[in-house]
């Protein structure tokens, strides 16, 4: 059975605090994405990651960075949390041109 | 930015109706993928139409895919309350598998 999991289901930080959310994956997946979802605005890329150490920018990629060590693990860093990053954070995987498999996701506030 | 907008924002049906969303994306694709969303969680995959084929079924899904108009729909069938959910659009372009979502449809089905 397919598994994405995401390390936390929610997480409280506070402002200017360095965070890091994990995403480990059970598929030998090439890829793996970081979006997070806020009302009204869909799922917006952050970034991906096509292969190990390899990463792209997504779409609104400011504020964050990336990490990829190994295939299975994708990790998201908020190097400098702010109140604008309180938000739901997905995790996804994708081998070749098939479908993507989503992580439960992660609730952040930042207070 | 994002790839696909869905339409409608929202739609409330009564159980039995079919309920059909629409999603219109700007550029080239190779697949489109619709996806649901159960309220707080993880996307799951209902169906993926790649960019040579017009139409697919999947149960009571059905998706067709306009290349011309750079558009797909998504037909629910005797819908159930268990449809209740969120609908996502996504497009898959580029070399990497790069994958971007539209905004989403909520649907409501009423029992």
């Known amino acids: 059975d397919v598994k994405v999991t995401q390390s936390s289901r929610y997480l409280v930080k506070r402002t200017g605090e360095k965070v890091f959310l994990e995403c480990v994956q059970d598929m030998d997946h090439e890829n793996m994405f970081w979006y997070r979802q806020d009302p009204g605005l869909g799922l917006r890329l952050i970034y991906f990651s096509y292969d190990v150490k390899m990463k792209e920018k997504g779409d609104i990629p400011e504020g964050y960075s990336v990490s990829r060590e190994k295939k299975e693990r994708f990790s998201l860093i908020l190097e400098s949390a702010s109140t604008n990053q309180t938000s739901m954070y997905l995790c996804?995987?994708?081998?070749?041109?098939?479908?993507?498999?989503f992580g439960q996701g992660t609730r952040l506030t930042v207070v | 930015s994002q790839q696909g907008e869905e339409d409608p924002q929202a739609l409330s049906i009564q159980e039995g109706e079919n309920a059909t969303m629409n999603c219109s994306y700007k550029t080239s694709i190779n697949n489109l993928q619709w996806y649901r969303q159960n309220s707080g969680r993880g996307l799951v995959h209902l169906i993926l139409i790649r960019s040579n084929e017009r139409e697919k079924h999947s149960g009571r899904l059905r998706v067709t895919l306009d290349t011309s108009k750079k558009s797909s729909s998504l037909l629910i069938t005797a819908s159930r309350a268990a449809d209740t959910a969120s609908y996502f659009c996504?497009?898959?372009?580029?070399?990497?598998?790069?994958?971007?979502f539209g905004t989403g449809t909520k649907l409501q089905v009423i029992p």
């Open positions: 996504a497009t898959d372009e580029g070399g990497y598998q790069k994958v971007t």
């Open positions: 996804a995987t994708r081998g070749g041109a098939n479908e993507a498999f």
